[in-house]
Structure formats: structure tokens, C-alpha cells
């Protein structure tokens, strides 16, 4: 999986491009962690490119938010429906913080 990274500030902007699905889940993780660890949790990971996702996507979103302390946990921007709909079938929306705009979830680190 192709992941873009790009700088806002203080915080990592991920654009990960495609479905976030089994075979795919340990590129996209590493990138997470790695830029987890580089910008001390300040990250956003924008899915307007990722159509959707599978078992193995939920759960890899899972370990990433609940590997940082909430108040520096990674931000998800951009879900579109069908990922919003797998999230909230599986009970995992509420417990990510979600925004519409990358903006949005770029000013979430400054309150």
C-alpha cells in the first residue's frame, strides 16, 4: 500500500491509496508507527483515497489508536461512507477520533 506523508507543522498528514485489507496492513502500520513515534503521536490519517476495508483494516486501526494516550492517539479525516459503515457496524467509530476535514483534525492537536 502506498502511503503519502507530508508535513502540516507539527503533524504528519498520512494519505494512505487503496483498500485498507489484509495483504496490505503491515506497510500501512509501519508508516503509522513510524511516523507515530517521529512526530510524538501528532498524526492524521486522511482516507479520502481508501474506498474501503476489511477485518484486518478495522483491527490495524484499533492497535494504532489504542497504542498512543488519548490525548496524542492519531486522528482519522476524510472516512468515506463505506469505511464510516464498516467502522460504525463494528462498534470501532466511536472509539477513534474522527473528523470531516484534515483541517479539522490538524486544529484538534492545538486545543
Known amino acids: 500500500m502506498r502511503v503519502d506523508v507530508q508535513s502540516s ?3 504528519a ?7 485498507l485489507i489484509r495483504d496490505e496492513v503491515e506497510d500501512f502500520d509501519r508508516v503509522v508507527r513510524d511516523s507515530i513515534k517521529a512526530r510524538d503521536g501528532r498524526v492524521v490519517i486522511d ?3 481508501v474506498p474501503y476495508l476489511d ?8 492497535e494504532v489508536a489504542s497504542a498512543t494516550p488519548s490525548v496524542t ?5 476524510q472516512l ?5 459503515e464498516a467502522l460504525d457496524l463494528t462498534n470501532v467509530l466511536a ?3 474522527v ?11 492545538k486545543r
Open 99 to 109: 473528523f470531516d476535514t484534515v483541517e479539522h483534525a490538524i486544529r484538534s492537536f
Open 9 to 11: 507543522g507539527s503533524v
Open 80 to 84: 468515506g461512507d463505506t469505511c464510516r
Open 95 to 97: 472509539q477513534l477520533d
Open 47 to 49: 482516507f479520502q483515497h
Open 73 to 77: 492517539s492519531p486522528r482519522f479525516a
Open 13 to 19: 498528514v498520512l494519505t494512505p491509496h487503496g483498500p
Open 55 to 62: 477485518s484486518a483494516g478495522i483491527e490495524a486501526l484499533l
